[in-house]
């Protein structure tokens, strides 16, 4: 199975999406087809067997709309033969996404088309690189944001243009109904009868085929397929005002005297007003995609590169791994690897949310996309292009915004039937009013019928779920939340219980001392680490860690002895300083000074003992020390109406001190890695919605089995293929944003579909008649506003996600 994306351009609401989706669904081969209507793209998965690109390409350009294909060139280096030339075609062929590669050996160029949604222009020169040969573009192809933008500059055009033509015609339409001395004006100037008439239906035939043509050549190609979408709705509702008044003046006589009207003021005002309600929707929609947007911009679209000895400027297409990349000062990392040389400060906030620069010196890891604060840095790329880190944030940010969530699943069974329900409606009224309506019938049967036609709004249907899923993801992204899907969302929101991993997540996950009973303790510790120094035991690392936070001086050890599972034993400025267990100090005759072994075992960590020539000079408490922000996250959860619960594989008593220290009262305690899926599964049949936190490494089993998995992680390993949710940032805080972030995007949502069920559900009657026996009626102008507001308002609803703020235990 080969996944792609693909780009859709023409897509106006639900009815579209639906459309497309269908018709690739249908296609042999296909097994799987989500088309997104707020990203306008298309996410299919199929078997290259059955079915190639092309026929997907086709399948969307029949049903209506423009698949987004981009074409470049590519100068390819150290050909020799045609060999050369099949071996650089079939490496670019074999890329999903790569519609067409053809490879010139005489011209030394590659020309190819391809899906850019799929496939970018780094990774096909990264794929001629991987097969032997140099490659780097002719001319740099067309950026998905500069598609964007020109669209919107196009559409703004004829957004003023639909006006300003639109408005004479309202005034000529207007002024000559309602004034009588203006009627009486342009009368006596007029040169022949219903001069001012033909004037306005020229302006008109100008507006509907200038601006209005967007939508009129896809509206009558969905009728085409039997699939009518909102483009239908405004085509059909304008085209009859246009038609009707065109044939009151070409032919009156086919009329009587009281339904001789003219409706080209509804006609083009109407296409002006839905026209720029698409513009402020396609503004609004283009906030929506900033955090990816964001994201890319901190890619870096060049490198500086030592290679043989020089330094060479190249495109971040062209760097491989194991190249030397030279990183100045203030310059963004290029790719992920290695110090090789030099000594800075890197900004990793994009990453770990740190403010503070972390200091990078040889042998360091670092990552894409941050930033070089002072020195000259050395580094040796380990992965670039689409295997760096900050093009996993995105690939995943992308991924949760492209899928469909349950709640979507009301909307489009709507939608299916939404459209030609609302020709239907549109007919009924046109036909009633005709027949029952006061004289001249045709005038309110015709506004009643293009007032349906046009107030009806699937676009907001459409629009209500991805919409906030594209904000919400997008915000949790820049807070250090990565969503896997957009289905994790929803099932985030819901979930009552939540099941915490204790070493790693609830706890640092490793040992440090937290507790020193000596009556000189800076001494013990001085002995403790100096006869720990020679010993590679993580007790001993935590020693000689809390020694090196004191800045003490560790004298030097010899005659050093260790004994496993016991203790350890040296000579230190000539005396012997053992330091190991309480049961085995009194093996060694040791002198316990008031120190009772059982009294040692109540802590919840371990005591290691210090004697020096026999006598006990104190002990040392060592456990796994909880992150600071544990307890405020517990509290805090259950504020959040939410059972916590503490799973871990240690000991029952060493569990109870630490649950008891945060405050949680369901311990799972000395529980195998294998079986905390057990646990998840327990809840799971009690009727609980369980989400699994934990750190990623122990508790896949776990995180796949919890209704939502979360992963802590560090920013520089982000990949959880477990987990639903990943929390870059490596604060437990992360949990507390995510259920937050989950929950208002789900109001949202709700709230989304609520204003656009209703919306249409109130006006769709108003606009058919059902409030004229009260003297309200929708005018067909009015009604395209509505709709064009309609939509704005659920994007602009989904926008207020934008201002989600991370949660922050108090100081």
């Given at each position: 199975m080969v996944d792609v994306e693909i780009g859709i351009e023409g897509m106006t609401c639900a009815s579209c999406s639906s459309r497309v989706e269908r018709t690739l669904s249908r296609l042999p081969g296909v097994r799987a087809a989500v088309v997104n209507l707020s990203t306008e793209h298309a996410a299919v998965q199929y078997d290259p067997a059955q079915i190639s690109p092309d026929a997907l390409i086709t399948a969307i350009a029949e049903s209506g709309y423009t698949p987004v294909i981009a074409e470049t060139e590519l100068v390819i280096e150290g050909m020799t033969c045609a060999s050369c030339v099949g071996r650089v075609e079939r490496s670019l062929r074999r890329l999903p996404g790569v519609l067409e590669a053809t490879v010139?050996?005489?011209?030394?160029?590659?020309?190819?088309?391809?899906?850019?949604?799929?496939?970018d222009q780094n990774t096909l020169i990264a794929a001629v690189t991987a097969a032997g040969y140099g490659a780097r573009p002719v001319q740099g192809d067309v950026a998905v944001a500069d598609r964007k933008a020109q669209a919107i500059r196009t559409m703004r055009r004829d957004v003023i243009l639909a006006v300003v033509l639109a408005v004479p015609i309202l005034l000529l339409s207007m002024g000559m109904a309602l004034v009588p001395a203006v009627d009486r004006l342009l009368s006596g100037l007029e040169p022949f009868p219903q001069f001012w008439a033909w004037v306005q239906a020229v302006l008109a035939t100008i507006?509907?085929?200038?601006?209005?043509?967007?939508f009129f050549r896809p509206g009558f190609l969905a009728y085409r397929h039997l699939s009518p979408d909102m483009n239908s709705l405004v085509a059909t509702g304008t085209?009859?005002?246009?038609?009707?008044?065109?044939?009151?003046?070409?032919?009156p006589d086919w009329f009587p005297a009281s339904a001789r009207h003219v409706y080209f003021d509804s006609a083009a005002v109407v296409i002006a007003a839905v026209l720029f309600g698409k513009y402020l929707e396609e503004l609004a929609k283009g906030r929506t995609s900033a955090a990816i947007k964001q994201l890319l911009g901190l890619q870096a679209k060049e490198a500086h590169v030592l290679r043989d000895g020089t330094e060479l400027q190249v495109a971040i297409g062209a760097v491989v791994p194991g190249d030397q990349v030279v990183v100045r000062p203030g310059e963004r990392l290029p790719v992920d690897g290695v110090v090789v040389d030099g000594d800075s400060h890197v900004d990793t906030a994009m990453l770990t949310g740190e403010p503070l620069p972390e200091r990078k010196k040889q042998g360091d890891p670092v990552v894409g996309g941050t930033v070089n604060r002072e020195g000259r840095l050395l580094i040796r790329a380990t992965s670039v292009g689409q295997g760096t880190v900050l093009a996993q944030i995105i690939r995943l940010v992308e991924q949760a915004q492209t899928g469909k969530l349950p709640i979507q699943g009301l909307a489009d069974r709507v939608v299916r039937i939404f459209t030609p329900l609302v020709i239907l409606i549109a007919l009924l009224s046109f036909f009633f009013w005709l027949l029952f309506g006061p004289p001249p019938a045709i005038t309110l049967a015709m506004l009643s019928a293009v007032a349906v036609l046009v107030v009806a709004c699937p676009c907001a249907m459409g629009l209500a779920t991805p919409a906030a899923v594209m904000v919400g993801t997008g915000r949790a992204a820049e807070l250090g939340v990565l969503f896997r899907k957009g289905a994790a969302l929803e099932a985030l929101a819901a979930v009552d219980t939540v099941c915490l991993d204790k070493t790693g997540t609830l706890t640092y996950g490793r040992p440090a001392v937290t507790r020193i009973d000596a009556a000189d303790p800076a001494y013990l510790l001085q002995m403790a680490a100096a006869v720990e120094s020679a010993s590679e035991h993580p007790l001993a690392q935590a020693v000689l860690a809390a020694a090196g936070e004191r800045h003490l001086d560790i004298p030097a050890v010899g005659d050093f002895t260790a004994f496993p599972g016991k203790g350890v034993r040296g000579r230190v400025d000539g005396?012997?300083?053992?330091?190991?267990?309480?049961?085995?100090?009194?093996?060694?005759?040791?002198?316990?000074?008031?120190?009772?072994?059982?009294?040692?075992?109540?802590?919840g960590g371990t005591n290691v003992c210090v004697a020096r020539d026999g006598r006990l000079l104190g002990l040392l408490e060592i456990s796994d020390v909880a992150r600071p922000e544990s307890a405020q996250v517990v509290r805090a959860l259950g504020t959040l109406g939410l059972r916590v619960a503490m799973v871990t594989g240690d000991a029952e008593a060493a569990a109870r001190v630490i649950a008891g220290r945060l405050g949680i009262d369901d311990i799972y305690a000395q529980v195998l890695p294998q079986d905390k899926a057990e646990i998840v599964?327990?809840?799971?049949?009690?009727?609980?919605?369980?989400?699994?936190?934990?750190?990623?490494?122990?508790?896949?089993?776990?995180?796949?089995?919890?209704d939502v998995g979360m992963a802590l992680a560090s920013g520089t390993d982000i990949a959880m293929e477990a987990a639903d949710i990943t929390l870059t940032h490596g604060d437990l805080g992360g949990v507390i944003t995510a259920i937050q972030a989950a929950r208002q995007s789900m109001r949202t949502i709700r709230g989304n579909l609520f204003w656009a069920f209703f919306y249409n559900i109130l006006l769709i009657p108003v606009a058919a008649g059902v409030?004229?026996?009260?003297?309200?009626?929708?005018?067909?102008?009015?009604?395209?506003?509505?709709?064009?507001?309609?939509?704005v308002f659920v994007l602009s609803n989904s926008l207020r996600l934008k201002r989600l703020q991370p949660w922050a235990a108090a100081p």
């Amino acid at each position: 199975m080969v996944d792609v994306e693909i780009g859709i351009e023409g897509m106006t609401c639900a009815s579209c999406s639906s459309r497309v989706e269908r018709t690739l669904s249908r296609l042999p081969g296909v097994r799987a087809a989500v088309v997104n209507l707020s990203t306008e793209h298309a996410a299919v998965q199929y078997d290259p067997a059955q079915i190639s690109p092309d026929a997907l390409i086709t399948a969307i350009a029949e049903s209506g709309y423009t698949p987004v294909i981009a074409e470049t060139e590519l100068v390819i280096e150290g050909m020799t033969c045609a060999s050369c030339v099949g071996r650089v075609e079939r490496s670019l062929r074999r890329l999903p996404g790569v519609l067409e590669a053809t490879v010139n050996l005489a011209t030394e160029r590659a020309a190819l088309r391809y899906l850019p949604d799929t496939v970018d222009q780094n990774t096909l020169i990264a794929a001629v690189t991987a097969a032997g040969y140099g490659a780097r573009p002719v001319q740099g192809d067309v950026a998905v944001a500069d598609r964007k933008a020109q669209a919107i500059r196009t559409m703004r055009r004829d957004v003023i243009l639909a006006v300003v033509l639109a408005v004479p015609i309202l005034l000529l339409s207007m002024g000559m109904a309602l004034v009588p001395a203006v009627d009486r004006l342009l009368s006596g100037l007029e040169p022949f009868p219903q001069f001012w008439a033909w004037v306005q239906a020229v302006l008109a035939t100008i507006v509907l085929a200038g601006p209005g043509r967007r939508f009129f050549r896809p509206g009558f190609l969905a009728y085409r397929h039997l699939s009518p979408d909102m483009n239908s709705l405004v085509a059909t509702g304008t085209g009859a005002a246009w038609l009707y008044s065109m044939l009151v003046l070409v032919a009156p006589d086919w009329f009587p005297a009281s339904a001789r009207h003219v409706y080209f003021d509804s006609a083009a005002v109407v296409i002006a007003a839905v026209l720029f309600g698409k513009y402020l929707e396609e503004l609004a929609k283009g906030r929506t995609s900033a955090a990816i947007k964001q994201l890319l911009g901190l890619q870096a679209k060049e490198a500086h590169v030592l290679r043989d000895g020089t330094e060479l400027q190249v495109a971040i297409g062209a760097v491989v791994p194991g190249d030397q990349v030279v990183v100045r000062p203030g310059e963004r990392l290029p790719v992920d690897g290695v110090v090789v040389d030099g000594d800075s400060h890197v900004d990793t906030a994009m990453l770990t949310g740190e403010p503070l620069p972390e200091r990078k010196k040889q042998g360091d890891p670092v990552v894409g996309g941050t930033v070089n604060r002072e020195g000259r840095l050395l580094i040796r790329a380990t992965s670039v292009g689409q295997g760096t880190v900050l093009a996993q944030i995105i690939r995943l940010v992308e991924q949760a915004q492209t899928g469909k969530l349950p709640i979507q699943g009301l909307a489009d069974r709507v939608v299916r039937i939404f459209t030609p329900l609302v020709i239907l409606i549109a007919l009924l009224s046109f036909f009633f009013w005709l027949l029952f309506g006061p004289p001249p019938a045709i005038t309110l049967a015709m506004l009643s019928a293009v007032a349906v036609l046009v107030v009806a709004c699937p676009c907001a249907m459409g629009l209500a779920t991805p919409a906030a899923v594209m904000v919400g993801t997008g915000r949790a992204a820049e807070l250090g939340v990565l969503f896997r899907k957009g289905a994790a969302l929803e099932a985030l929101a819901a979930v009552d219980t939540v099941c915490l991993d204790k070493t790693g997540t609830l706890t640092y996950g490793r040992p440090a001392v937290t507790r020193i009973d000596a009556a000189d303790p800076a001494y013990l510790l001085q002995m403790a680490a100096a006869v720990e120094s020679a010993s590679e035991h993580p007790l001993a690392q935590a020693v000689l860690a809390a020694a090196g936070e004191r800045h003490l001086d560790i004298p030097a050890v010899g005659d050093f002895t260790a004994f496993p599972g016991k203790g350890v034993r040296g000579r230190v400025d000539g005396v012997t300083v053992l330091a190991g267990t309480p049961a085995w100090m009194e093996e060694q005759g040791v002198v316990m000074a008031g120190f009772s072994t059982g009294d040692l075992q109540q802590t919840g960590g371990t005591n290691v003992c210090v004697a020096r020539d026999g006598r006990l000079l104190g002990l040392l408490e060592i456990s796994d020390v909880a992150r600071p922000e544990s307890a405020q996250v517990v509290r805090a959860l259950g504020t959040l109406g939410l059972r916590v619960a503490m799973v871990t594989g240690d000991a029952e008593a060493a569990a109870r001190v630490i649950a008891g220290r945060l405050g949680i009262d369901d311990i799972y305690a000395q529980v195998l890695p294998q079986d905390k899926a057990e646990i998840v599964r327990r809840l799971q049949a009690e009727g609980h919605k369980v989400v699994f936190v934990g750190e990623g490494i122990n508790d896949s089993p776990a995180l796949a089995q919890a209704d939502v998995g979360m992963a802590l992680a560090s920013g520089t390993d982000i990949a959880m293929e477990a987990a639903d949710i990943t929390l870059t940032h490596g604060d437990l805080g992360g949990v507390i944003t995510a259920i937050q972030a989950a929950r208002q995007s789900m109001r949202t949502i709700r709230g989304n579909l609520f204003w656009a069920f209703f919306y249409n559900i109130l006006l769709i009657p108003v606009a058919a008649g059902v409030a004229i026996p009260l003297g309200i009626q929708l005018n067909p102008m009015l009604a395209g506003v509505a709709m064009g507001l309609s939509s704005v308002f659920v994007l602009s609803n989904s926008l207020r996600l934008k201002r989600l703020q991370p949660w922050a235990a108090a100081p």
